[in-house]
């Protein structure tokens, strides 16, 4: 059972548009949700994350918005731009957990 | 060097082969973890060490066999693997309790 869900599996965006990319989970013990970053041939980097008491983070182009009645959150990039041409996962775990569970990512393709 | 590096970054070995992937950390973290990246599937958590101590083993087959000497470095042993044991190995680290995981580049794993 895939714990995180997450929409589309790839994206393409014209420079200077919005991408959105969508996650949901399950289990309401999770309260803390980070979005990773990965390049070809790179580990996955820490983007942004939001824990429940916030509806919104934002830090620079990049946005979380977190709905915890509707379990499910997404991050928003401003202004899109080619060098965010990567895969972006969501994922989901317990403060202080080991466990963390992932998303299946997206390809966000950004065209000039 | 800092953050977190693996090696070697590329393997290919038979099905009879033993072989192993390192991981040193260099941000002064407690906690390690290996990690599988198959295409189209979500990051699946294989090991995770706290302090050097083995606290999470996701139902892995023991031809995957982890080894913490100490909180720098990880290693994961591999022997008699299948074909589907093909994917990138991604280790990470932490520090005890903090949820913020930082990845290293991955070592591409391909058995023949």
Known sequence: QQQVKQSPQ???????????INCAYENTA?????????FPG???????????????????RFTISFNKSAKQFSLHIMDSQPGDSATYFCAASSWGGNQFYFGTGT?????? | ETGVTQTPRHLVMGMTNKKSLKCEQHLGHNAMYWYKQSAKKPLELMFVYSLE???ENNSVPSRFSPE????????????????EDSALYLCASSRTGSDEQYFGPGTRLTVT
């Open chain 1, 10 to 20: 790839s994206l393409i965006v014209q420079k200077g548009g919005i991408s959105i």
């Open chain 1, 30 to 38: 999770f309260d803390y949700f980070p979005w990773y970053q990965q």
């Open chain 1, 42 to 60: 790179k580990g996955p980097a820490l983007l942004i994350a939001i824990r429940p008491d916030v509806s919104e983070k934002k830090e620079g």
């Open chain 1, 107 to 112: 390809s966000l393709t950004v065209i000039p």
């Open chain 2, 53 to 55: 101590e083995r606290v």
């Open chain 2, 68 to 83: 913490c000497p100490n909180s720098s470095h990880l290693f994961l042993h591999l022997h008699t693997l299948q074909p």
